[in-house]
């Protein structure tokens, strides 16, 4: 029987009384064809992209290259966690701050 925890809480979730949620995040460079102001989409030159890719391939790791390029993460989470994670999926939202006065 294969077990699991949150990744959030590190609390076991026992899937036979309790849901058990996955969050997969796909993270990779947009490409967008279209002008976007720094000339036209048809006069870029591929090549020296490609170039510069190859280069950097022989200089290193393969492996650190690839998470530069796209990387998928994937989460279990219990369902109080899931619950808090959809109300601020990025992390952006902060917890109130204490403003203390400046005497």
Do not use: W
Not at 22 to 32: C, E, G, L, P, T
Not at 60 to 85: G, I, S
């Amino acid at each position: 029987m294969l077990h699991y925890s949150c990744d959030m809480c590190k609390r076991p979730i026992d899937t036979c009384c309790e849901a058990r949620h996955v969050v997969k995040i796909d993270v990779f460079q947009a490409v967008d064809d279209s002008s976007d102001g720094c000339g036209e989409a048809d006069d870029f030159d591929h090549l020296d992209d490609v170039q510069e890719l190859l280069q950097r391939i022989d200089e290193q790791d393969l492996e650190m290259l690839e998470d530069e390029v796209a990387r998928t993460l994937r989460f279990d989470l219990c369902d109080a966690c899931r619950r808090a994670f959809l109300k601020n999926p990025l992390g952006a939202k902060s917890p109130k701050s204490l403003n203390f006065s400046n005497n």
